[in-house]
């Protein structure tokens, strides 16, 4: 056993550990944030209210029709998207050709009409959800004990993050995808139906929020500001990783994580800060972020 | 003729009017403000809540039968110090606020004490917990009525330290009210014979709570205490659960705990948590009664003990001034408030000191197990009744300068 700065080594990897299950969250919702920019150029400031509506989706799933927490973790993203598809062809889709501001201020509007509906009807303490019976307990790991629910949270957020990247990076869905957003009327000249596909885009980047809403939901108090406590650090978290890229939302979401779980340790007054003093320092070296080109 | 028979209606209207307007010439005006929490972790605990404890005050006193014209406001301060200071100035000064209710967050209660005594106007705090505004940050202006940091820590961390939890790790909310309840419990405790052994910030609000969880258990302490509120000690409670503390053997204490919190945790969670609290609903029939009329106005939900607070000063105010018959000098109210010995339906009989700290009894109260909860707002059973002369700190140890030095 040895210290570093007076914190023992096994705290230490506890924390790195328990940062980076935070950070999985950050990278679901900043690739969802990424997806939708990159491909609409929209700034989706609903996505908080998108990431709480999954988890109440969840709740309601099991307190009003009986379905359990594992139906629910494809059931409530299912339902969000399509919420977000509505909102999409409805709303959003008129304002493509005007400046990202309008995107922003309309679904900042959606964000608050959203949860101050929730707010009315089920109050701001939140809702009880349990930890599903599969995942309850958890292992003691020498340095930690760590919840079962936690290992499920990052290993179930890897796997949707680099599948994410996978087929937009690798397929050829994804090719039409990053086409599109390049020169959409090119695309839709060689037949691919673009208006659809970027209907679609959006469902799905609203879906992740959803998902990641019903991960939550077990852990966090299921409450109607839950997405906008987290959002802004998750938009820091794009800007940080550059906005529209999708492995660097993904990346830098872990990354964040664990360096907000070493600031919990060190100095953990300034955990609420720390991401965004590095956001600051990132605009000022390499204002269009880590990973994003510079255009 | 329809014609004819519209104007003569407004005169007859136009008629009614001056005269009442008359007749309330002869009544004192009350206008009260309650600012509070209305969106955020505090909503549910004052909110609306509050609101309608006023109201329901302002129907019991039958204000009206004694000659005053009450008049209720409300607005959200968003727990933010600056919006809650922005929005008492406008109250006091262009709006004829009279007396400003519940003002939960402590931070946004210190800045609106201090503008009360500014303006001599009348501030009846419910909602904030600092024992500064009864101690060196005290004011002639200023009652605080349901609960503090003290009273709170010496409930729960005497009692917990007694039971044989002697020593202590706290979570800590890092602004006024957390810090001053942190302070107050670690000397309730080491009166007591137990010992802290250590403490961690985390910034309000908070989500995550799980890095804390993990040095609470390091820490090896018998008991973990959350010195936070609302929205913080179910998302530390939830966690705490999720990861074994209780399982290995340390005890929680949630010290400022209220029914709503345990309502949004579930009794599964929160089963065998020991809290103090100055009101529960479900504690004697007055209170039941109260209850009852407050859910009916608030879609099913059982007040908070703060909306207790706001109902009980709301009717000892309006008791001062319908002997006053005056609402200008914020402090000869105030002074008048201390004088009167205080009865309700609530709180029974008690008494406001002379550094404003309004006396009554607290309750230690235990979470019932899923199993013993016999409805949906069943969650406590009564462990212990700290009466009124334990439950506060001595009035010599607060520092409040109106207290005269012996």
Redesign the interface.
């Given at each position: 056993m040895f210290t570093i700065f007076g914190v023992?080594s096994a705290?230490l990897f506890?924390?790195l550990l328990?940062?980076l299950?935070?950070g999985s969250f950050y990278a679901i919702l900043s690739l969802g944030l990424a997806v939708i920019f990159g491909l609409l150029n929209i700034i989706n400031f609903a996505h908080g209210a998108q990431y709480m509506m999954g988890a109440f989706v969840a709740w309601m799933l099991l307190n009003y029709a009986g379905i359990g927490y594992w139906p629910a973790l494809l059931l409530a993203p299912l339902l969000v998207g399509a919420f977000g598809v509505v909102l999409e062809r409805v709303m959003i889709s008129r304002l493509y050709k005007f400046d990202h501001l309008y995107g922003l201020l309309l679904t900042f509007g959606l964000a608050l009409i959203i949860q101050?509906l929730f707010?009315n009807q089920y109050?701001?303490?939140?809702?009880?959800y349990?930890?599903p019976a599969e995942l309850r307990?958890?292992q003691a790991l020498g340095f930690?004990?760590l919840?079962n629910?936690?290992a499920w949270v990052v290993v179930a957020s890897l796997v949707v993050c680099l599948v994410t990247w996978f087929v937009i990076e690798k397929t050829k869905l994804g090719a039409y995808l990053r086409a599109a957003t390049e020169n959409p009327t090119l695309v839709q000249a060689f037949g691919v139906n673009v208006p659809l596909m970027i209907t679609l885009t959006y469902g799905f980047g609203v879906a992740l929020a959803g998902f990641a809403g019903v991960l939550a939901a077990?852990?966090?108090?299921v409450?109607p500001?839950?997405g906008a406590?987290?959002i802004i650090v998750v938009f820091a978290v794009v800007v940080i990783g550059g906005m529209g890229s999708i492995l660097g939302s993904i990346l830098t979401g872990f990354a964040l994580g664990l360096v907000e779980?070493l600031t919990?340790?060190f100095y953990?007054?300034?955990?609420?800060?720390v991401i965004f003093v590095i956001m600051v320092l990132v605009l000022l070296v390499k204002p269009a972020g880590l990973f994003g080109r510079a255009t | 003729m329809t014609d004819t028979m519209t104007r003569l209606t407004r005169l007859a209207a136009t008629a009614v009017c001056a005269l009442a307007a008359s007749a309330a010439g002869a009544q004192t005006a009350v206008k009260f403000g309650v600012l509070n929490d209305r969106s955020g972790v505090y909503a549910d605990i004052t909110g609306e809540g509050s609101v309608v404890a006023t109201r329901l005050a302002v129907e019991d006193f039958k204000a009206a039968e004694k000659g005053l014209k009450v008049e209720v406001v409300s607005a959200d301060h968003q727990n933010k110090p600056d919006i809650g200071s922005n929005i008492a100035r406008t109250w006091f000064d262009q709006d004829g606020v009279d007396a400003i209710l519940d003002v939960p967050t402590s931070s946004v209660g210190l800045a609106v004490s201090g503008i009360a005594k500014e303006k001599n106007r009348v501030f009846l705090n419910s909602g904030s917990g600092t024992s500064d505004l009864t101690g060196r940050s005290c004011s002639p202006n200023t009652i605080s009525w349901t609960y503090d940091t003290w009273a709170l820590g010496n409930g729960t961390g005497a009692a917990m330290t007694k039971r044989g939890g002697n020593t202590w790790f706290f979570v800590t909310a890092d602004y006024a009210f957390g810090t001053a309840l942190e302070r107050d419990a670690t000397e309730a405790i080491k009166k007591a014979g137990g010992t802290v052994a250590g403490s961690v910030r985390h910034p309000f609000p908070g989500q995550d709570f799980s890095s804390f969880m993990l040095q609470a258990q390091a820490s090896k302490a018998k008991v973990v205490g959350f010195a936070n509120a609302g929205g913080d000690t179910i998302n530390s409670i939830k966690q705490a659960s999720e990861f074994g503390l209780v399982q290995g053997g340390q005890s929680l204490a949630g010290l400022l705990i209220f029914v709503t919190d345990i309502k949004s945790l579930g009794l599964q969670t929160a089963q065998g948590l020991v809290l103090t609290e100055p009101f529960y609903w479900d504690r004697d029939e007055a209170s039941r009664a109260f209850a009852r009329r407050f859910a009916e106005r608030m879609g099913g939900k059982m007040p908070s003990a703060v909306h207790a607070g706001v109902y009980s000063s709301a009717i000892h105010y309006m008791k001062a001034v319908a002997e006053l018959k005056d609402t200008k000098d914020g402090a000869a109210v105030v002074a008048k408030m201390k004088a009167m010995p205080t009865d309700d339906p609530i709180f029974g009989k008690g008494a406001v000191r002379q550094d404003g700290r309004k006396l009554h009894d607290m309750y230690l109260f235990e979470v019932k197990k899923p199993a013993e909860s016999k409805g949906e707002w069943d969650l406590y059973k009564t462990l212990a009744t700290i009466p009124a002369a334990e439950a506060w700190r001595p009035m010599a140890e607060g520092g409040c300068p109106l207290v005269p030095k012996t």
């Open positions: 023992p705290a506890g924390q328990l940062g299950i935070n101050g707010r109050g701001v303490s939140g809702l009880p349990g930890i307990g958890g930690m004990f919840p629910y936690r077990p852990i966090y108090s409450n500001n839950m406590d987290l779980g919990k340790v953990p007054e300034a955990s609420a800060t | -």
